[in-house]
């Protein structure tokens, strides 16, 4: 009982702190977040926040492959550009090479009644406004009931479950964050695409930490540099 009043409170609290949405990462210009399988770096994920006059554009790079005997098995790399205006979703489009097979995706604002048009290698059409790419940076995902791939463009329908506070150590330094699971709320799905994810917010200022999945190994995102 206590467990499930705490989660309550905080989404009641994340409700209300999250309003201001990406202006919450104002102090932010530079993420870097290192790729782990089964506790070997395999690759990086970065991200550069460029702000000019209300505008905020934020580019990210994955980089990562899986490697035996030294062949690689298995190459993956991304890059996209994320858009807000005066802190509301403006745009993406991302171009992604996974293994050498090509995936896309572009979303634009429809300016009649700001619901997003999406042209990805999944899914094409028009969906909610108040869907969120899932670029995993911005803690506004823990609202949602649904979120974009970043990759494609299909739509995942996800069930949100705040998991407790936690200490998480990387490196030498402690955070004390507040850790969520992303699932797929679409039993039909294949394994291969539901989503079972957790991720680590830092409590306070809710700066993505750490995110850790199984999929064919064991995989985590670990924060490595701040600017």
Known sequence: MKKYLLSIAIIFFLSIEIKAHVEHYSKYNYLEYELFRNNKLIGYHKYNFKRDEGNLIIDNEVNFKITKLGVDLYKYYAKGVESYKNG????????????????????????KDNNLIIDGSSFKGKVDKN???????????VQKKAQISAVSGRI?????????????????????????????????LSKDKKLNTDIWYEEGTYLWVKAAFDKTGYWEYRLKKVK
């Open 131 to 141: 869907l969120i790419i899932g670029t995993w940076w911005n803690h506004e995902i």
């Open 88 to 111: 509301i979703f403006s745009g993406f489009n991302s171009e992604t090479n996974q293994n050498k097979k090509e995936k896309y995706v572009n979303i634009t604002v429809d300016p």
């Open 156 to 188: 995942i329908e996800q069930k949100v479950e705040f998991k407790g506070k936690e200490e998480v150590k990387i490196g030498d330094k402690v955070y004390k964050t507040l850790r969520f699971n992303f699932s797929s709320s679409d039993p039909s």
